[in-house]
């Protein structure tokens, strides 16, 4: 593996569900279940940074075989403590290297999750992984906000995503290394967190080498059409299926 993966969430795991917002509400979550259950059909699923189950518990509950790839120990082990949360088979390992046992209909890697990964060649092994788990057909779906910089005047930094009474929130971009400090502030505390972002021409690129092509795109679960305007977006990328007769 190139670069270094870090347990990023390890010290704030038993206050992440409540420092969730309006992302641990049923009305941005449901949208993502039914997305995904549609695309699994009677297939089972792989949640790559399954952390706390926000996603996995609900999408089991709709009767979806999920399995789950977590690096934090500790988040994982606040999804052991509700209800459901024992049933899903976990493995501790990161989304970049670490196999799971089996093929899946889709793999999928939600809440701007693929910028934890703070180099390239890590998001580019992530897809890689995430094919490896892939039946042929199978769907790679991510979600990721499209990256701010129209958005920041020459030479500023600091680009405020969120300011509501429940929560504050400041992206410090660095342009030259295509990366940010994403800055939370709110009742559960401050936190900050490294990221990498990268343009969804760019995921097409990772998609290619990994053997996927872009199936969907759309700018929120809901299947908006992506657009110029939109400030993030849903991305669902198609295994190569193989060829009928050689």
């Given at each position: 593996m190139v670069g270094h993966v870090e347990d990023l969430f390890a010290p704030f795991?038993?206050?992440?569900?409540?420092?969730?917002?309006?992302?641990?509400?049923?009305?941005?979550?449901?949208?993502?279940?039914?997305?995904?259950?549609?695309?699994?059909?009677?297939?089972?699923?792989?949640?790559?940074?399954?952390?706390t189950g926000r996603i996995a518990l609900p999408l089991a509950a709709r009767g979806v075989p999920v399995a789950g790839i977590d690096l934090s120990e500790p988040m994982v082990a606040e999804l052991r403590k509700k209800p459901g949360g024992d049933e899903i088979p976990v493995t501790i390992g990161s989304m970049t290297s670490t196999r799971v046992e089996g093929s899946f209909r889709v793999v999928y890697l939600v809440y701007n999750t693929i910028g934890n990964l703070v180099s390239q060649d890590l998001q580019v092994e992530c897809f890689g992984n995430a094919a490896g788990h892939l039946e042929p057909g199978g769907c790679f779906v991510i979600e990721l906000e499209v990256p701010a910089l129209r958005r920041l005047p020459p030479g500023e930094r600091f680009v405020v995503f969120s300011a509501t009474e429940r929560h504050g929130g400041i992206d410090e971009y660095a342009p030259a290394t295509q990366t940010l400090v994403s800055h939370h502030y709110g009742s559960t505390g401050h936190s900050s967190m490294p990221f990498?972002?990268?343009?969804?021409?760019?995921?097409?690129?990772?998609?290619?080498?990994?053997?996927?092509?872009?199936?969907?795109?759309w700018a929120d679960w809901d299947r908006t059409p992506f657009t110029d305007e939109s400030t993030k977006h849903v991305s669902v990328w198609e295994k190569a299926q193989p060829p009928l007769c050689s």
């Open positions: 795991a038993e206050r992440y569900d409540r420092s969730l917002g309006e992302m641990g509400e049923s009305s941005k979550i449901d949208p993502v279940v039914e997305v995904l259950a549609a695309l699994a059909g009677d297939g089972r699923v792989l949640e790559f940074a399954i952390g990498r972002y990268a343009w969804p021409a760019e995921l097409d690129l990772m998609a290619r080498l990994a053997g996927m092509r872009l199936r969907e795109r």
